[in-house]
């Protein structure tokens, strides 16, 4: 184990990267990211794809001053960014001191999923490889909801609660360098299929202001519901019941299993229900 005294996002950054298997490429060779298939990072490393850089991406970074700050004064400590490596791999971390580290997230998916009691998987193993990777010996995911304004700060994640990580890691990167690089068709000279994709573009924009719109004019019916069932000419706004889950993995480990003591209980989501049309 190693201190790497690199300055994040830097030059000597990114090609130090190049060299090792990062923490943040391990929930795509174990398939388990959302954002990034393993078949297109193949065609990343292969060189053949470029990596997408979304504007979550760069608000994440814009914003990372402010929330490592604020964790820092959470949990009274004076986190700082290092990079730390073991054998062929590499964890850039947000935040670090003494035996606890932050992953930085700016998001309000990932805030929402910790207020519900849940760590995405593929953020999870994010954290476990860099607690492979440096002194910490916990780790926590630490979010902040541009659309809430809050912060929320997920249980502790150790690595002796999945002991058998590395070496899940390393079948994964296994496979992953022994699968071959797939085959992709250029087809940009086809004007009917550019156009296709330019159409679809453009329909996914206008969907996502449509949603936009949409969950807008649904938090303002909530909020005139003051919490309740809501009915007007055939509309109903009405809230589900909280979703209950268990955490299995961690039950798992328990010799006498109480699975009330690993309940995670949501807090259910509001929909609207549209009234009947009797003419179709």
């Known amino acids: 184990m190693k201190q790497l005294h690199l300055q994040q996002n830097t030059q000597e950054w990114l090609d130090a990267r190049a060299n090792y298997r990062t923490a943040s490429e391990a929930a795509i060779v174990m398939g388990l990211s959302p954002f990034t298939s393993i078949n297109d990072f193949k065609l990343i490393k292969a060189g053949l794809k470029k990596q ?6 760069k608000l994440g970074h814009d914003l990372e001053d402010q929330v490592r700050q604020h964790a820092s004064d959470h949990f009274g400590k004076n986190f700082k960014d290092e990079c730390w490596a073991v054998g062929r791999y590499m964890a850039s971390l947000d935040g670090i001191d ?14 929402n999923a910790l207020k519900n009691g849940t760590v995405p998987e593929y953020y999870e193993v994010q954290i476990l490889q860099q607690l492979y990777c440096s002194p910490a010996t916990k780790g926590y995911l630490y979010a902040y909801s541009p659309k809430e304004d809050k912060y929320i700060c997920s ?3 150790e ?25 992709v068709a250029d087809l940009s ?5 550019v156009n296709l994709f330019k159409q679809y573009e453009d329909l996914k924009h206008q969907a996502e202001d449509l949603k936009a719109q949409m969950d807008d004019i649904k938090e303002e019916l909530i909020e005139l519901s ?36 690993y309940k995670k209980e949501g807090e259910g989501s509001w929909s609207i229900t549209l009234p009947k049309n009797p003419f179709q």
């Open 155 to 157: 249980y502790p994640i």
């Open 98 to 111: 003494g035996d606890t580290l932050v992953e930085i997230k700016v998001s309000d998916h990932t805030y």
């Open 159 to 183: 690595l002796d609660d999945r002991p058998t990580f590395p070496a899940e890691l390393d079948l994964a990167w296994h496979m992953f360098d022994n699968m071959p690089v797939p085959e």
């Open 226 to 261: 003051k919490g309740h069932t809501m009915t007007a000419s055939g509309y109903k706004l009405s809230k589900s019941k909280p979703r209950v889950t268990y955490d299995y993995k961690k039950a798992a480990t328990d010799a006498k299993v109480d699975l009330d003591a």
């Open 189 to 193: 000279a086809d004007g009917a299929v």
């Open 52 to 57: 997408f850089y979304s504007k979550a991406m």
